[in-house]
């Protein structure tokens, strides 16, 4: 019974270089949230999405941030040109369709730009 | 607007005692979840107990348990006879309105427990 998969675990990009963060959520769950820890900070939601569909992006920056959750596959956190601000641990979360039923997390990718 | 305050940013207490970690929460939904997350050095989140505003027993899991009073808003996190593996960083996290999905993090708290 697998937890919530990401990949990878830790992830060094340059500055300007494009970052792509994978999560698969746990079996038989269909909502799935990204989460963004910085330094000494608790998790801040970025984006919430059901397959196919973003439900709610209201955590998201504005820019070179997206994501998405395909039919297929796993869900893509993507951040284009990458500054050393965006350096932070990205954790992703699953959960079912009862409302408020609790988040499961993944074990976060760590993001670190050079 | 909804806030979690974790006033105790690291405690270090030795291997045995018990310790409390505390959290103070802010919402005007009548309808609220309040959550604990166990973050391990290795940094995974882990899922230690979710409740409901409408459920003010107190809950024992073993070495763990919760006092969840409305009054004072406070959803505190008590650790008995600590050991050494409960080092981490404990967060608090709320999530209210019916339907509601974004949980609200406190900064953490981190604890050492010295053999």
């Known amino acids: 019974n697998a937890g919530v998969m990401q990949n990878p675990r830790h992830l060094v990009r340059r500055r300007g270089q494009e970052a792509r963060l994978r999560c698969s959520p746990m079996k038989g769950h269909s909502h799935v949230y990204w989460y963004r820890q910085l330094p000494e900070e608790g998790l801040k939601f970025m984006v919430y999405l059901q397959k196919e569909n973003i439900i709610d992006e209201s955590g998201m920056p504005k820019e070179r941030f997206s994501a998405e959750f395909p039919k297929e596959g796993p869900s893509i956190l993507r951040i284009q040109q990458v500054v050393r601000g965006d350096s932070a641990a990205y954790f992703c979360?699953?959960?079912?369709?009862?409302?408020?039923?609790?988040?499961?997390f993944g074990n976060g990718t760590r993001l670190t730009v050079t | 607007a909804q806030k979690v305050t974790q006033a105790q940013t690291e405690i270090s207490v030795v291997e045995k005692e018990d310790v409390t970690l505390d959290c103070v929460y802010e919402?005007?939904?009548?309808?609220?979840?309040l959550f604990w997350y166990k973050q391990p050095p290795s940094g995974e989140l882990v899922f230690l107990i979710r409740?409901?505003?409408?459920?003010?027993q107190n809950e024992i899991s073993g070495r763990y348990s919760w006092n969840f009073q409305k009054s004072t808003s406070s959803f505190n996190f008590t650790i008995t006879a600590s050991q050494v593996v409960d080092s981490a960083v404990y967060f608090c996290a709320l999530n209210s309105g019916a339907g509601s999905y974004q949980l609200t993090f406190g900064k953490g708290t981190k604890l050492s427990v010295i053999p």
């Open positions: 409740r409901n505003s409408f459920d003010e």
């Open positions: 919402t005007r939904d009548t309808t609220y979840y």
């Open positions: 979360a699953s959960s079912g369709d009862v409302d408020n039923s609790p988040l499961h």
